[in-house]
């Protein structure tokens, strides 16, 4: 059963405080997300990993960096949370369809409370 | 550049009525689109998917049909359930493209 797993699943913070958020997958899945999701603005790309050691920013990267060491494993990074990185954050891994597509397959997400 | 628009925050109706979720889009390539549901506390699951124009997709009761003439893919079905209620989100991607972008979601609300 295919499948993307996020740890923790809540967290809280202080301001200033290190973040490490974890997602895993066990699909062999060459490209990993990392997703903000705030109410009314729905989902935000922050990063977009596309194999090992090869990342690429997104649409709102502040604030965060990410690490992929291993193909089934990529971390969201946040050094020194601020207030404003309170949010629900989503990692997916996507599949490459015949059809031209990349179906992403999302874990159940991380609930960060900075306060 | 590319952007993905839903017009409706959100949409209350009555069980066993018909809905229509709308989403259009911009984009200069050639589009594939998508449409994810997100039920309260879990994660945004696939529901539909479509790059061939004037052909209706179905999963699950709903529908769509993907018309590159008007940049539109609405969410249809033909008779709501309680377990309907949810956030879905309109997405398009370019073809073999890595990158999707998403809508900002509507809530749909299904009373009894």
């Known amino acids: 059963d295919m499948k993307v797993t996020q740890m923790p699943r809540y967290l809280i913070k202080r301001m200033g405080e290190n973040v490490l958020l974890e997602c895993g997958q066990d699909?062999?899945?060459?490209?990993m997300y990392w997703y903000r999701q705030d109410p009314g603005l729905g989902l935000q790309l922050i990063y977009i990993?596309?194999?090992?050691?090869?990342?690429s920013e997104g649409d709102i990267p502040k604030g965060y960096r990410v690490s992929r060491k291993k193909r089934e494993h990529f971390s969201l990074i946040l050094d020194s949370a601020k207030t404003n990185q309170t949010s629900v954050y989503f990692c997916?891994?996507?599949?490459?369809?015949?059809?031209?597509?990349?179906?992403?397959?999302f874990g159940p997400g991380t609930r960060l409370t900075v306060l | 550049g590319d952007s993905v628009t839903q017009t409706e925050g959100l949409v209350t109706l009555t069980k066993g009525l018909p809905v229509m979720l709308n989403c259009t889009y911009q984009?200069?390539?050639?589009?594939?689109l998508f449409w994810y549901v997100q039920h309260l506390n879990e994660a945004p699951k696939l529901l539909l998917k479509?790059?061939?124009?004037?052909k209706r997709t179905e999963h699950q009761g709903f529908y769509a049909t993907l018309h590159k003439s008007s940049s539109s893919f609405h969410l249809q079905k033909s008779s709501v359930q309680l377990s309907d209620s949810a956030l879905y989100f309109c997405?398009?991607?370019?073809?073999?493209?890595?990158?999707?972008?998403f809508g900002k979601g509507t809530h749909l609300h299904v009373l009894p």
């Open positions: 997405a398009l991607s370019d073809t073999n493209a890595y990158k999707v972008i």
């Open positions: 984009t200069t390539y050639s589009p594939f």
């Open positions: 997916a891994s996507s599949l490459y369809n015949t059809g031209g597509s990349y179906e992403q397959y």
């Open positions: 479509s790059s061939t124009d004037n």
């Open positions: 990993s596309y194999d090992v050691d090869s990342n």
């Open positions: 699909m062999s899945h060459e490209t």
